[in-house]
């Protein structure tokens, strides 16, 4: 069968995130002005994408009431939400891009141009994206918003970004080689095509994580869950380029120069990398059958279910080549003991989450790439509640802001953000930053200057050593050193606080086993 409309958008709109994340973690590295030079199109690009896709749905809204029923919510109309859309921003966008906002990244990351580059960028004109002023503009500078974009259509601008930024590189094909792209970014169309890949793979775990808390998958289910298992790169390529990839190869690809190679293979270290088992098709197929309500899941459908997106610091998990140094092996990339996932809980639940960096070198800008752990584990966060609000109807995560900061390993500055952030200290008036739940990244070793544990076990009023044991024991079979942390976790007052490692990879780990269930938490 064909793969459902609404799964595709899900599956593009995974894939942006993909490539938004992998882009993040190098923010240091691919300057836009490069980007845009050798592939006429930047993370700005991006962000312009997604607001002109936010026009495109707001006057489809207002004509075709199968998207009215998809996207416009109980007690929302279709004219708040068409509002919305035409006053929802580059602003907006760019924080979803970049993480931060476009002057906080810029600050951080952005280095002065050469003259040479500055040439460069010129001669390139003719390759840049050109975007709508008109369309980018919202409507009333001065309009308030009364309600914020729901999971599901930023899903879809998200996707409509995807395919804008498919559309654009068909268009260059000639112009844009993979190498050169590869070269300066770390990624290339075959990455997007594998990212598509990826999502299926992560949207199918969902569909029979479904399955476990309904204990039964209807026939159309079934289907799309093989259907999405033997989705490969052939038929993501095709989505990516237009054509199947030997078509493309034929028609556009040129030999590489020594020069280029050379270039090429300065630069591995930027690449991206993939998960070879989730890119392979999965040839045995889930027995979905359940003769009876107490019928326990299969153990291949328990196998599938908690496969988490591995993360590592600048390797993403996709790449247009193998690279064996790095991919995780079979044993590696095995599930957390198989724990089921909770659904989660039923209605409109709205988040207020704080992330702490905890790191004496982040809080002095010593790391070239910034701070790494800290967007690692908000774009795991994301990832988690796109895919809850996409595959449960009867709940919707929302998110009304994440608060970010970074301090030095000193006890007292750890206490004073934790009171701040869960409104025991907040200054006077300002309760926009009172969380529900905090995490807090970093010092929990055993080095002298590591004191996190310290300092939030002294403001909690309730401990929770239960979650971090358990936690502990989850880790410890994929990792033998998470057994090392002195993570804690607890309440202070009404907000929730959870220690997570320094460590990108680890601390995006923990944070994605851990969400699922503190959601139960911050319902009670």
């Not at 600050?107 to 580059?117: D, G, L, P, V, W």
């Amino acid at each position: 069968m064909d793969i459902p409309a609404d799964i595709i958008e899900h599956m593009n709109a995974g894939a942006f995130e993909s490539l938004c994340s992998h882009l993040r973690a190098r923010s240091d590295l691919v300057q836009n002005m490069t980007l845009m030079t050798i592939s006429g199109f930047c993370r700005n690009c991006l962000a312009k994408w997604m607001v002109l896709e936010a026009r495109k749905l707001s006057k489809q809204l207002r004509s075709d009431d199968k998207l009215t029923d998809r996207y416009i919510k109980e007690g929302e109309t279709c004219l708040d939400i068409a509002n919305t859309l035409n006053n929802w921003g580059y602003e907006d966008a760019a924080k979803i891009v970049y993480g931060c906002t476009y002057a906080e990244w810029k600050k951080r990351h952005q280095s002065k141009a050469t003259e040479e580059q500055l040439r460069l960028y010129n001669e390139s004109k003719t390759l840049h994206a050109t975007h709508d002023a008109t369309l980018l503009k919202c409507d009333d500078d001065e309009y308030q918003r009364q309600t914020e974009l729901s999971q599901a259509i930023l899903t879809r601008l998200k996707a409509g970004a995807f395919e804008s930024l498919c559309e654009h590189l068909r268009a260059r094909s000639d112009l844009v080689p993979n190498m050169e792209l590869m070269t300066i970014s770390g990624f290339c169309r075959n990455c997007l095509a594998k990212w598509l890949v990826v999502e299926a793979r992560h949207i199918s775990n969902q569909i029979v994580s479904n399955e476990v808390v309904n204990l039964y998958l209807s026939e159309n289910q079934r289907n799309i869950v093989d259907t999405l298992d033997s989705f490969g790169y052939d038929e993501a390529a095709q989505l990516v380029y237009g054509c199947t990839y030997p078509e493309w190869k034929k028609r556009h690809m040129k030999k590489a120069t020594d020069e280029q190679l050379e270039r090429y293979n300065a630069s591995k270290s930027l690449h991206a990398t993939h998960n070879k088992e989730l890119l392979a098709t999965r040839s045995q197929k889930v027995n979905y059958q359940h003769e009876t309500a107490t019928t326990k899941p299969s153990q291949a459908a328990a196998a599938q279910i908690c496969v988490p997106n591995q993360q590592n610091s600048l390797l993403s998990d996709v790449c247009c080549q193998e690279v064996d140094g790095i991919a995780p092996s079979a044993a590696e990339t095995k599930p957390l003991s198989g724990h089921k996932v909770l659904r989660p809980p039923t209605g409109s639940t709205k988040l207020t989450i704080g992330i702490l960096t905890v790191s004496d070198r982040a809080a002095a800008n010593a790391y070239e790439s910034g701070d790494l752990s800290g967007p690692m584990v908000e774009s795991t966060i994301r990832r988690i509640i796109d895919s809850f609000n996409a595959s449960f109807k009867d709940q919707d995560l929302i998110v009304n802001n994440f608060v970010k900061d970074i301090v030095p390993d000193e006890k007292a500055q750890i206490e004073e953000m934790l009171l701040r952030w869960s409104g025991k200290a907040s200054r006077q008036g300002d309760s926009s930053n009172v969380c529900n739940l905090i995490f807090t990244t970093g010092g929990t070793g055993f080095s002298p200057r590591d004191v996190t544990p310290e300092a939030t076990i002294s403001i909690l009023d309730r401990e929770c050593r239960g979650l971090m044991s358990w936690a502990s024991i989850e880790l410890t079979s994929k990792q033998p050193l998470a057994t090392l942390s002195r993570a804690a976790a607890g309440v202070c007052d009404k907000t929730i606080i959870i220690n997570l490692p320094g460590n990108p990879a680890g601390a995006a780990q923990v944070a994605e086993l851990m969400f699922p269930i503190i959601l139960h938490a911050i319902e009670d």
